[in-house]
C-alpha cells in the first residue's frame, strides 16, 4: 500500500514535513469545529429526545410511532439526507452553507439512539422506589428531576456514547455542505490528490471519537457515584 | 422545482439537463453495490463469528472490531482508498465490505456466546458433538441475532455505497453527487433530481431492511420468534454490554 501512496502523489507517506506551523494551526481550528457540531448536535438531540422520551413513557401509545419515524429518518444515508436539507432549506444563514444545515442533519441522527435509550433508562427504574418518591410526597414533575433521572442516567449516557461517536463520523461528511470540521481534510486531500491529508483527518477523528467516549465514561462515574462498583468493570 | 425532466428519467431516459443515467440503471447499479459487499461480508464474517463464538476465544476482540467500525469515517476512508490505488474502483469496493464486516461479525459472535449453557450442557449430554452442537444448537438459536447484524451491515453499505458516487461508482448517490456539483441550491433541475433522488435512496434503504426482516422470519425457528418478539419491545443500547443490546436493528448509522 505505502507503494501505492508514493506512487500517486509523487510525496513520501506518511509525510512529517504536512505538520508545518500553517497545517498544525489550521488542524486546531478544524478540531474546534468538529467538537463545536458534536457538541451542539448531542445537545440539541437530547433537547428533543427527553421530551418526547417522558411522553413516550407517560402516553405508552406514541413510543412506538415514535421509534419507528426515528428509526425511519435514522436509515436514510446521511449524504442523501445533508445534501437534500441544503437544497431545501432557506439559503440564507444560518442555513445554506452555514452551520444550521449540519446542526439539522446531526441532530436528526442523534435523535434515534438518544430517544430509545432515554425510554430505556426511565423504564428501567423499579416501580418500588417510584412508588416510594409518591409515598414521600413529591410531585411527579419533581419525582422525574430527582429521582427517575438520575436512576436512568447510566443508560442515557449509554446512549449519548454511541451518539456521540456516530456524529464525529458523521460531521466528516457535512464537508460536502460547508462544514465538515476535519472531514474537510478529506475534500481538500482529494482535490490536490494528497493522502498524507485524508490520512491525518481519518487518524485525528478516530482519535476524537475514542477520547470523547472516554471522557463520556468517566463523566457518568462521577455523575453516579452509587453504581460505581457496578461502573467499574468498565 | 423543474419536474417534466424527472418522469422521462424516471423511467430510463438519460436525464435531459444534467445528463445522468436513467433511475432503473442506477436502482439495479445501487442492488449491485450492497448486495455483492454484503454477501462477502457473510461469507469472510460468518465462520470467524461462528467459530470465536462457539470455542469462546477472543469474544472482546469480535466485540471491538464493531465498536471501532463506528468511529471510523468511512468517506476518508473510500478516498484514501481511491487514491492510493490510482483512481481503481476495486478499494473501493474493498471499502464497502470492509465496513460490512463488523456488525455481521459482532452479531455471530454474540448470538453464538448467548445461547444459554444450560441448552448447550443439554445438548452435550444428549451426545451431539462440538459441531453438532454449533449447527442444531447453536446457529439456529443465534439466528435472530445474526439476522439483526445482517440488516445493520445492509442499511449501512446502502449509505456507504451513496457516498461512493463521489469517486465515481455509480448508482442512487450519482444524481445526488451531481445535483450538489451543479448548484443544488439554485438551480431547480438539480434541486428536484435531488430531492427525487433522495426519496428513491431512502425508500431503497427501508425496502432492504424490510426484505432482509422477511428473509429473518423465514430462517428463524418459530419457537424462537415469540421470544424474540418479547425482547424487541424496548431493550436499551448499551455501550458496554454493547452488542448484546445493539444487535437491535438499525443501531448503527454509516459515516
Do not use: C
Request: glycine share 10%.
Amino acid at each position: 500500500m505505502t507503494m501505492a501512496l508514493l506512487a500517486q502523489t509523487g510525496r513520501p507517506f506518511p509525510d512529517w514535513a504536512w505538520f508545518n506551523e500553517r497545517n498544525v494551526g489550521e488542524l486546531r481550528e478544524l478540531l474546534i469545529e468538529h467538537i463545536q457540531l458534536t457538541g451542539l448536535a448531542l445537545l440539541l438531540g437530547l433537547l428533543i429526545a427527553i421530551p418526547l422520551a417522558v411522553a413516550a413513557v407517560r402516553w405508552r401509545r406514541v413510543y412506538s410511532p415514535l421509534l419507528a419515524f426515528t428509526g425511519v429518518l435514522f436509515t436514510v444515508p446521511s449524504a442523501a439526507l445533508f445534501i437534500l436539507l441544503l437544497a431545501l432549506l432557506p439559503q440564507r444563514p444560518p442555513f445554506g452553507l452555514g452551520i444550521g444545515t449540519s446542526l439539522v442533519g446531526l441532530t436528526i441522527y442523534t435523535l434515534l439512539i438518544l430517544f430509545r435509550n432515554t425510554v430505556a433508562g426511565l423504564d428501567s427504574v423499579p416501580p418500588e422506589v417510584t412508588e416510594a418518591a409518591t409515598a414521600m410526597g413529591y410531585t411527579p414533575g419533581r419525582r422525574l428531576v430527582r429521582v427517575e433521572f438520575p436512576l436512568a442516567l447510566p443508560v442515557i449516557i449509554a446512549g449519548v456514547r454511541i451518539a456521540a461517536v456516530t456524529t464525529i463520523g458523521l460531521v466528516t461528511v457535512t464537508a460536502f455542505i460547508g462544514q465538515g470540521g476535519l472531514g474537510r481534510l478529506f475534500l481538500s486531500g482529494f482535490r490536490t490528490q494528497y493522502t498524507m491529508e485524508i490520512a491525518v483527518g481519518l487518524v485525528l477523528s478516530i482519535v476524537l471519537a475514542v477520547v470523547v467516549d472516554l471522557a463520556l465514561v468517566l463523566s457518568e462515574r462521577r455523575l453516579t457515584p452509587w453504581s460505581q462498583s457496578r461502573g467499574a468493570g468498565t | 422545482m423543474n419536474w417534466a425532466p424527472i418522469w422521462p428519467w424516471l423511467i430510463g431516459q438519460e436525464h435531459e439537463a444534467l445528463r445522468i443515467t436513467g433511475v432503473p440503471t442506477l436502482l439495479l447499479e445501487h442492488l449491485l453495490y450492497v448486495a455483492v459487499p454484503v454477501v462477502a461480508a457473510i461469507v469472510i464474517a460468518l465462520p470467524i463469528g461462528l467459530w470465536v463464538g462457539h470455542i469462546n476465544k477472543g469474544g472482546t476482540l469480535a466485540i471491538n472490531v464493531s465498536n471501532a467500525g463506528r468511529a471510523i469515517p468511512s468517506l476518508g476512508l473510500i478516498l484514501i482508498a481511491y487514491i492510493a490505488f490510482e483512481g481503481s474502483l476495486t478499494p473501493v469496493f474493498v471499502t464497502l465490505i470492509a465496513m460490512a464486516v463488523p456488525p455481521i461479525l459482532t452479531n455471530t459472535y454474540v448470538g453464538v456466546r448467548e445461547v444459554d449453557p444450560e441448552i448447550r450442557d443439554a445438548a452435550a449430554g444428549m451426545g451431539l458433538s462440538g459441531w453438532q452442537i454449533l449447527r442444531r444448537v447453536e446457529i439456529p438459536m443465534a439466528m435472530p441475532v445474526i439476522m439483526a447484524g445482517i440488516r445493520t451491515s445492509a442499511v449501512q453499505v446502502v449509505a456507504t455505497a451513496t457516498l461512493a458516487a463521489f469517486v465515481g461508482l455509480g448508482g442512487l448517490g450519482r444524481p445526488i453527487f451531481t445535483g450538489l456539483a451543479t448548484s443544488v441550491q439554485f438551480n431547480p433541475d438539480a434541486r428536484t433530481v435531488v430531492v427525487v433522488a433522495v426519496v428513491l435512496v431512502a425508500v431503497f434503504a427501508i425496502v432492504v431492511e424490510q426484505s432482509l426482516g422477511v428473509v429473518e422470519r423465514l430462517v428463524v425457528p418459530s419457537g424462537l420468534r415469540r421470544l424474540q418478539e418479547q425482547q424487541r419491545s424496548g431493550a436499551p443500547v448499551n455501550a458496554d454490554a454493547g452488542p448484546a443490546q445493539q444487535t437491535e436493528e438499525q443501531s448503527t448509522v454509516t459515516v
